[in-house]
């Protein structure tokens, strides 16, 4: 197979006509676009003239996204304190609002031509009998079935939830007839949150993973905020016994770095070395 590599492109709230210089300077041609603002989709002009200049940016720099990263509105924590109760389509305060987010997201994805969106649902519940369980799926599944009506995939970003877990809701919604499940698997954050091992997690959902956010941190140090992000091979992934156990499972989708230190200098270096990198350990065959 060859290694396909990309990065992270949020859209800009002014403006594309640069989108995609940053990922041409580095010599890659795919992609993950971000977009958390949700006044995107509802601003008729706006969304017309960012469709149309994404679109030419795309043929202009030769870069093809290979999914949509899709935000919502609201608070969002990324802590263990007030993450449970404001990440994803688990608080149900938020759901019904972020169901109508994610559906217009895949609007969106739809009229650029790409075949996935993806987002990060939340701190799904752990246990089936919970009486939240059922609901946050069915919640879910709104956004997975819409997609499902457009041909696109739904695909779960991890972090928040232990592996089985999402195996447990992947299956559940399955059970629905839903047939467009997948998984954006980021190492780091199975291990940034505390819910297992990135190497073992492909044991048990490994057949869902469609593309990989390469990411490296460590585990938490205290019980309210996450562990911390490190530079890709620094951290705990453990990045070449990872990707081959990638390579054994017949991975064939894209890796997207994702460092998330802000658009800067030191970004760009981590970029390349991480680029360097995922070609090594790839081409190399661990005895």
């Known amino acids: 197979m060859d290694l396909k590599i990309g990065t992270i492109q949020p859209i800009p709230k002014t403006g594309c006509d640069h ?76 759901r019904a609002q972020r169901v109508v987010d994610l559906r217009k997201g895949a609007d969106f994805a739809k009229e650029l031509g790409l075949p996935a969106i993806i ?39 991890t972090g928040q939830e232990t592996p089985v877990t999402l195996l447990r809701a992947i299956q559940r919604l399955e ?13 780091a954050n199975l291990l940034l949150y505390g819910k297992g091992n990135p190497i073992d997690a492909l044991s048990v959902f490994g057949k869902y993973v469609r593309n990989i956010h390469v990411k490296d941190g460590c585990v938490p140090l205290d019980g309210r905020s996450l562990g911390p992000e490190k530079q890709v091979g620094q951290g705990m992934v453990q990045y070449p ?26 970004q760009l270096r981590d970029i390349r070395e991480t680029m360097g990198n995922l070609e090594k350990w790839w081409n190399t065959e661990e005895k």
């Open 119 to 157: 987002t990060h649902c939340g701190f799904i519940p752990e246990n089936m009998t919970d009486s939240e369980f059922l609901p946050v799926v069915m919640g879910i599944a709104e956004v997975a079935t819409h997609c499902q009506s457009l041909g696109l995939q739904f695909w779960f970003e």
């Open 175 to 187: 059970e629905l007839g839903l047939k467009n499940l997948g998984i954006n698997l980021d190492p």
């Open 19 to 94: 989108i995609f210089d940053r990922i041409a300077s580095l010599g890659l041609h795919t992609c993950q676009l971000c977009n958390w603002d949700t006044s995107l989709y509802d601003d008729g002009e706006r969304r017309r003239e960012a469709l149309r200049v994404i679109q030419e940016q795309q043929e202009a720099k030769q870069v093809q996204p290979c999914a949509f990263w899709a935000g919502y509105g609201g608070i969002v924590c990324w802590n263990f304190v007030e993450g449970p109760v404001t990440m994803g389509l688990v608080p149900a305060a938020y």
């Open 241 to 266: 016994r990872f990707i081959q156990r990638l390579k054994e499972i017949g991975f064939s989708g894209e890796f997207i770095i994702e460092r998330e230190i802000g658009e800067n200098e030191e």
